[in-house]
């Protein structure tokens, strides 16, 4: 059900996605294992690491949260398997 989608388009996403986690989730990995979650039991919050919430909203600006999502609920369509790629970056 995906032969619409060109081998141009999965390669731009590949590289985009590629170039947000070298750019962005990949320098987050000292802040993340020196700072870690904190979590104030009694405020029912959480502390992300330096930069986790700017790199999340980036990565939601992107729209890959909801990127093998039915286009229906706002997704991008795409397909389940180029998703697990992205995922794995």
Known sequence: GFES???????????????M???V???LNGSGDR???VHDRDQKTV???TGFKEAYKQFCQAGLPAFACDT???????P???NTAISEM
């Open 5 to 19: 989608v060109e081998d141009s388009t999965i390669n731009q996403f590949l590289s985009e996605v590629a170039k």
């Open 21 to 23: 986690a070298e750019d």
């Open 25 to 27: 989730i990949f320098p």
């Open 35 to 37: 700072e870690g979650c």
């Open 47 to 49: 502390k992300t690491p």
């Open 72 to 78: 229906r609920y706002g997704g991008l369509g795409m």
């Open 80 to 82: 389940a398997s180029l």
